[in-house]
Structures are given as C-alpha cells and as structure tokens.
C-alpha cells in the first residue's frame, strides 16, 4: 500500500504563501495521479490540485492561479505552493493517491481513496 507523509502547515495572514511538501513511499510515484485535497470543517472534502505521469495538472477553480502543484520524481515528494491565501483557504489539506489513472487525473475525491495524515492551514483576515 501507498503511504504519504504531509508537511509544511502552519498559520499565515491573508495574502501570504505556503509550500506543502509530501513525501509517497513505494517506487510507484511517478506512475499514477496524486494530488491534494482539502476538508474545511463542516464542509465535504474537495480536490484542489492534481498531478499526473507527465505533470500535466488539473486545479479546482476556487485556487486557480494562486496555488501550483508540482512533483520530483527523484525525492518521491508532492509539492503545493499556495500564493495570495484566503481565508476561505482555511482547511485541513491532505496528499492523496489514486493508483487507477495515469495521464488524466480526476477532480473528484472519492477517485483519491489514499490519503495521509493530513496537515493544517489556517489563513487569518
């Protein structure tokens, strides 16, 4: 089984920036769609940026433009750089696998059923 270890949370103003990290275990990185979800509380959780085999990537609309997704193949890590936060940007953000897609990744959390532990970004006004 895939596991993902998250880090670089933490607490910000609005209109600061974030770098998530995640590290995914097992020589299967650079094979499948990873990406990172977000759950807010009392909110569902949603994908916000994804990334596949040949790093093309997908982006919810909601952080368009403000956050990139990158990878490096050679340190099996997952990036999230995160620009201009909001504090609608609020929210528990996790890494997440899904071992079925390749080259097109899906937008929908339920295609993600591997996740990690999660790490916390709060934005204040």
């Known amino acids: 089984a895939v596991q993902l270890v998250e880090s670089g949370g933490g607490s910000v103003e609005s209109g600061g920036s974030l770098t998530l990290s995640c590290v995914v275990s097992?020589?299967?990185?650079?094979?499948?769609?990873i990406g990172w979800l977000r759950q807010a509380p009392g909110k569902e959780r949603e994908v916000v940026a994804a990334?596949?085999?040949?790093?093309?990537?997908k982006y919810t609309d909601a952080i368009q433009g403000r956050f990139t997704i990158s990878k490096d193949n050679a340190k099996n890590t997952l990036y999230l750089q995160m620009d201009k936060l909001k504090p609608e940007d609020t929210a528990m953000y996790y890494c997440?696998?899904?071992?079925?897609?390749?080259?097109?990744?899906?937008?929908?959390?339920?295609?993600?059923?591997?996740w990690g532990q999660g790490t916390q970004v709060t934005v204040s006004s």
């Open positions: 990334i596949a085999k040949d790093d093309s990537t």
């Open positions: 097992g020589d299967t990185f650079d094979k499948f769609c």
């Open positions: 997440a696998a899904d071992l079925r897609r390749t080259w097109i990744c899906s937008l929908r959390s339920a295609d993600f059923p591997y």
